[in-house]
Nanobody, 125 residues
Framework: VQLVESGGGSVQAEGSLRLSCVAS????????MGWFRQQPGKERELVAT??????????DSVKGRFTISKDNAENTLYLQYLQMNSLKPEDTAMYYC??????????????????WGQGTQVTVS
């Protein structure tokens, strides 16, 4: 399984960014997929997850501003997106795409996810 994020960058407050994640090699039908973020000196925290059946869960600080979506492009290839609107300076962090197989209900703890991308930096000023 390989996850590759893109779409990070620098933006002014109240601006928007869209992150993308290409997840390849996923043979499990309906994986948990999500986005986490990490600021320097802090633990990795949940941004959003989407279960195989489409149910979504968001971190409290991003509810109403961020939207997660997913597309099963091919049998083992998934495309995951994070649309981020009304960005705030406190959203500045490294954002990671994550995946987990074999669970119907997606956990919110980062340490439960098995696969990670390399991260993409988002800076809001």
């Amino acid at each position: 399984v390989q996850l590759v994020e893109s779409g990070g960058g620098s933006v002014q407050a109240e601006g928007s960014l869209r992150l993308s994640c290409v997840a390849s090699g996923i043979t499990y039908k309906g994986p948990c997929m999500g986005w986490f973020r990490q600021q320097p000196g802090k633990e990795r925290e949940l941004v959003a997850t989407m279960e195989g059946y489409g149910r979504t869960l968001y971190g409290d600080s991003v509810k109403g501003r961020f939207t997660i979506s997913k597309d099963n492009a091919e049998n083992t290839l998934y495309l995951q997106y994070l649309q981020m609107n009304s960005l705030k300076p406190e959203d500045t962090a490294m954002y990671y795409c994550a995946a987990l197989m074999g669970r119907r209900f997606c956990p919110t703890g980062a340490d439960e996810y098995d696969y990670w991308g390399q991260g993409t930096q988002v800076t809001v000023s």
